[in-house]
């Protein structure tokens, strides 16, 4: 990008530890070569994401569009994506055009996902949460999310829009898509099968030709999204892995099994569970529903012990389980079956039950007697779907994913 010499762009990062030095900003440079990159540091300070809020990160990024020479081209990620969306909707004026990767496009509708109301209310107390290895994010964060107003949920600036996301993400993106205004420039969606951002960049690479072309397109100013030719609204393209590279540990299990598999073995380690009995006894006090929740008899109960297992299970889950379960509903090579091991279950589990004993199924209501364990299967359930189909949509059937696979009376 030789003629490209005096332009820059500037790169948001998302939530990680290691902030604005994470590799991803080393795959991008790789890419845009001949091009200036700056990353702005929008963590707050510090070690960790503590003092990080919405406006500081806006201040930050708009403090740094400020000393460029007219509107600036945006390469953001995640959180940093979610960002630069918002900062591109309020100063249309400071930005020309946006690549974002694995972007969180409306932070305002998913943050209830991961974090219940108990987990809020011990978030706004406690002044801060942990949201991973590593980081540690303050209140102020969250509030200024859940204050958002209508209109930047999800952000909708105008200037040119690529999204790279797997395949599997792009259904979340539709509601995103749809509201595409009228005035917008063209959207492209990249709908990756080789890479995935939450799993330390294995197969970035085949992302990394389509970033160039962008990156060409913004030396030239052009009009173009430096991908095929654009239209109205917005396109999906699929884009496979990069001349059939794939990454070294999918070569070594396609060695391994040179056919489709039928089950895949996810084996978590007994250290990323340290603590975990005392966090689950905190988030899941005496009384809370997960002990005795009935989906027939009080789904709105049912689905405050669904949403509190879910997430609970997703700040214990390690990322790559977590993406992995992500994708098994949509992946097109995605197993068979998924067979998860190492969880901890209850500390003094009983004998199996039958199944009247289950939920009170058939007798009067009784106490799940594996709560931790009901709360894994919930939690997990609601990562593929839903667990449970309320009473309301479907009359006298427990429905959805979860089932009781317990010895029936006579039958044992």
């Given at each position: 990008l030789a003629r490209a010499a005096a332009l820059r762009l500037v790169y948001v990062h998302g939530v990680s530890p290691e902030g604005p030095a994470h590799p991803r900003l080393a795959k991008v440079r790789e890419a845009v070569h001949g091009v200036e990159v700056v990353a702005p540091d929008i963590t707050g300070g510090g070690d960790s994401y503590e003092q990080c809020t919405i406006s500081a990160a806006l201040r930050v990024l708009h403090s740094c569009c400020e000393a460029e020479e007219g509107p600036v081209s945006i390469c953001a990620s995640s959180f940093g994506a979610f960002v630069a969306l918002l900062f591109a909707a309020r100063h249309p004026e400071k930005v020309s055009r946006l690549f974002l990767l694995g972007p969180a496009l409306d932070m305002k509708a998913n943050l209830p996902l991961f974090v219940d109301e108990d987990g809020m209310a011990a978030w706004r107390e406690e002044g801060v949460r942990e949201m991973g290895p590593g980081v540690r994010v303050g209140w102020p964060w969250a509030q200024e999310i859940l204050d958002l107003a209508a209109g930047d949920c999800p952000p909708q600036p105008l200037c040119p829009i690529t999204l790279v996301?797997?395949?599997?993400?792009?259904?979340?993106?539709?509601?995103?898509?749809?509201?595409?205004?009228?005035?917008?420039a063209p959207r492209r969606v990249l709908a990756t099968q080789g890479w995935k951002p939450y799993q330390a960049d294995a197969g970035i690479e085949a992302v990394l030709p389509h970033l160039t072309a962008w990156a060409e397109a913004c030396a030239e100013k052009s009009d173009a999204l430096g991908l095929s030719e654009s239209g109205a609204g917005y396109t999906v393209d699929v884009l496979p892995a990069a001349d059939g590279a794939v990454s070294a540990a999918d070569a070594a299990a396609a060695a391994a099994s040179p056919e489709r598999e039928s089950v895949r073995r996810l084996q978590i380690r007994p250290e990323d569970f340290d603590g975990f009995h005392k966090s689950w006894r905190s988030h899941f006090p005496p009384g809370h529903e997960i002990y005795s929740y009935n989906a027939r008899e009080d789904p709105a109960g049912a689905a405050r012990a669904v949403a509190a297992s879910f997430a609970h299970a997703t700040k214990w889950l390690p990322s790559d389980?977590?993406?992995?379960?992500?994708?098994?509903?949509?992946?097109?090579?995605?197993?068979?079956?998924?067979?998860?091991?190492?969880?901890?279950?209850?500390?003094?589990?009983?004998?199996?039950?039958?199944?009247?004993?289950?939920?009170?199924?058939?007798?009067?209501?009784?106490?799940p007697r594996v709560p931790v364990a009901e709360s894994w299967t919930l939690g997990l359930a609601r990562l593929l779907g839903h667990p449970f189909v309320p009473p309301f949509f479907d009359k006298g059937h427990r429905g959805g994913l979860v089932r009781d696979m317990v010895p029936v009376p006579g039958v044992e």
């Open positions: 996301m797997p395949e599997s993400d792009v259904p979340r993106a539709k509601g995103f898509l749809d509201a595409t205004p009228a005035a917008a389980v977590v993406s992995e379960l992500l994708d098994f509903p949509f992946s097109a090579d995605a197993p068979a079956a998924l067979l998860l091991s190492g969880l901890p279950v209850d500390e003094a589990p009983p004998d199996t039950p039958i199944v009247s004993a289950v939920h009170g199924i058939g007798t009067e209501l009784a106490q």
